[in-house]
């Protein structure tokens, strides 16, 4: 009796456990279900907006044609015709950002007038204000892609109170191309580096985009107490001619900040067509490796000959960057270089033996891709400099094709 009772409460539990199973995979088709149709309804409303955009850009191709005609007028330019519909405005306002990225001066500042005349630039202030990030974010990126300069402060606030990610980007973008004081951008770029990412180059990109003075603000972050902001400043430098900077990066190559110190010395090196003999041996010995690294790698394009015996010790240190610059410094560095290295291949051993032949061997392989008369030149010097040293090689005879081997017994 008991073990009919038992079983028939061990069949009801497993049928109440199936139910429930049944259920929850009922559910789960379900949500499934309800997330493609949601997915299908999204789509078909993506290309229903863009169909109404591109509508939209063919009924207003007139006023866009005028607006490019009459830049050149000295009157304001004329507001777009007609009661627009929100997507409408947005089309328009689309095209003004766009023609701001690509002009620049009188241009530039007509389309920028133009989009606060058309209220576009107080519409987006007004929805920086909203309840929702996502209508924030989009008002954020209209008003730096306008250039709205009174946005900066509520900007600014956006940025010191979001989490690291990548929207951030968004806003601190604007936040440079609408400043219209340096303070400004390097208040951006100070609360964009809090957050501890190695991010200096993608920062320096963000700075550039300024319309202020770039030298100006380089002196200004090069000055600064805080390493990430001059490191920014240092790599910013990058392609850009700015003779005043360069009394403060004489003085940043002996900064304690091996990250700034190992940068300031990357731009001293490639902006100094001379070197003092006792600036070479400084920066030679320097305690961080990317110093030794840079400064080797640099004495080859400089034509230092005179630092010949400096690299051929590094083919000896003990990091493995700073032996391959000095060894390809000294490749580069005529027949006096590489018949040093040739020298540190024969005789020397261990690390530098190694980096020298590696070197050498790199070297002897790149008789094809010398096509200038110059360059044969110099590479057949290097070959019978090898030659001397290690002895010829017999090459292989190649057949050329096409052509029928001449000679050979004929007594047969």
Same mark, same amino acid.
């Given at each position: 009796?008991?073990?009919?009772k038992?079983?028939?409460?061990e069949?009801?539990?497993?049928?109440?456990?199936l139910?429930?199973?049944?259920?929850?995979?009922?559910i789960?088709?379900?949500l /499934?279900?309800?997330?493609?149709?949601?997915?299908?309804?999204?789509?078909? !409303?993506?290309?229903?907006?863009?169909?109404?955009?591109?509508?939209?850009?063919?009924k207003?191709h007139?006023?866009? *044609?005028?607006?490019?005609?009459?830049?050149?007028?000295?009157?304001?330019?004329?507001?777009?015709?007609?009661k627009?519909?929100?997507l409408?405005?947005?089309?328009?306002?689309?095209?003004?950002?766009?023609? /701001?990225?690509?002009f620049?001066g009188e241009?530039?500042?007509?389309?920028?007038?133009?989009?606060?005349d058309a209220?576009?630039?107080e519409e987006?202030?007004?929805?920086?204000?909203?309840?929702?990030?996502g209508r924030?974010?989009?008002a954020?990126?209209?008003?730096?892609g306008?250039?709205?300069?009174?946005?900066?402060?509520?900007?600014?606030?956006m940025?010191?109170?979001?989490?690291?990610?990548?929207?951030l980007?968004?806003?601190a973008? !604007?936040?440079?191309?609408?400043a219209?004081?340096?303070?400004d951008?390097?208040?951006?770029?100070?609360?964009?580096?809090?957050?501890?990412?190695? /991010?200096h180059h993608?920062?320096?990109?963000? =700075?550039?985009?300024?319309?202020?003075d770039?030298?100006?603000?380089? =002196?200004?972050?090069?000055d600064?107490?805080?390493?990430a902001l001059?490191?920014?400043?240092?790599?910013?430098?990058?392609g850009?001619?700015v003779?005043?900077?360069?009394?403060?990066?004489?003085r940043l190559?002996?900064?304690?900040e091996?990250?700034?110190?190992?940068?300031? *010395?990357?731009?001293?090196?490639?902006?100094?067509?001379t070197?003092k003999?006792?600036?070479?041996?400084q920066? =030679?010995?320097?305690?961080?490796?990317?110093?030794?690294?840079?400064?080797?790698?640099a004495?080859g394009?400089?034509?230092?000959?005179?630092? /010949?015996?400096?690299l051929?010790?590094?083919?000896?240190d003990?990091?493995?960057?700073?032996?391959?610059s000095?060894?390809e410094?000294?490749?580069?560095?005529?027949?006096?270089?590489?018949e040093?290295?040739?020298?540190?291949?024969?005789?020397g051993?261990?690390?530098?033996?190694?980096?020298a032949l590696q070197?050498?061997?790199?070297?002897?392989?790149k008789k094809?891709?010398? !096509?200038?008369?110059?360059?044969m030149?110099?590479?057949?010097?290097?070959?019978?400099?090898?030659?001397?040293?290690?002895g010829?090689?017999?090459?292989?005879?190649k057949? =050329?094709?096409?052509i029928?081997?001449?000679?050979?017994d004929?007594?047969?």
């Amino acid at each position: 009796m008991d073990d009919s009772k038992s079983w028939r409460e061990e069949t009801a539990t497993m049928f109440s456990h199936l139910i429930v199973a049944y259920i929850f995979i009922f559910i789960c088709l379900g949500l /499934i279900g309800l997330g493609i149709i949601l997915l299908f309804l999204m789509k078909i !409303s993506q290309n229903k907006e863009q169909q109404l955009r591109e509508m939209y850009e063919q009924k207003h191709h007139d006023y866009f *044609v005028y607006i490019q005609t009459h830049l050149e007028d000295e009157k304001a330019l004329r507001l777009p015709p007609g009661k627009l519909k929100p997507l409408e405005r947005r089309v328009i306002q689309d095209k003004y950002m766009e023609w /701001i990225e690509q002009f620049k001066g009188e241009y530039r500042a007509k389309m920028i007038q133009l989009c606060r005349d058309a209220g576009l630039v107080e519409e987006d202030l007004k929805a920086l204000k909203s309840f929702r990030y996502g209508r924030r974010l989009g008002a954020a990126y209209r008003l730096g892609g306008m250039r709205a300069g009174e946005a900066v402060p509520a900007l600014l606030q956006m940025l010191q109170k979001g989490k690291y990610n990548s929207l951030l980007i968004i806003i601190a973008r !604007s936040i440079a191309k609408s400043a219209q004081r340096p303070e400004d951008v390097i208040e951006m770029l100070r609360t964009l580096l809090s957050h501890g990412k190695p /991010i200096h180059h993608l920062a320096a990109d963000i =700075m550039l985009e300024t319309g202020l003075d770039t030298s100006g603000l380089l =002196m200004k972050l090069l000055d600064d107490q805080d390493p990430a902001l001059v490191k920014v400043g240092l790599v910013a430098m990058w392609g850009q001619a700015v003779p005043e900077v360069m009394p403060v990066l004489g003085r940043l190559v002996g900064s304690e900040e091996k990250d700034v110190r190992a940068e300031a *010395v990357k731009l001293y090196l490639s902006s100094n067509p001379t070197l003092k003999d006792e600036t070479i041996v400084q920066l =030679m010995s320097d305690r961080n490796w990317e110093v030794r690294a840079a400064a080797a790698k640099a004495l080859g394009p400089l034509h230092a000959a005179g630092s /010949i015996p400096l690299l051929v010790k590094a083919l000896q240190d003990a990091n493995w960057k700073v032996r391959h610059s000095s060894a390809e410094s000294l490749a580069a560095l005529g027949e006096a270089g590489f018949e040093a290295l040739c020298q540190a291949a024969l005789s020397g051993a261990g690390i530098q033996r190694e980096a020298a032949l590696q070197r050498i061997e790199l070297v002897m392989e790149k008789k094809q891709e010398h !096509s200038a008369i110059e360059q044969m030149v110099a590479y057949n010097k290097k070959r019978l400099i090898h030659d001397r040293y290690f002895g010829v090689k017999q090459q292989p005879i190649k057949r =050329m094709p096409g052509i029928a081997a001449v000679g050979g017994d004929y007594t047969a």
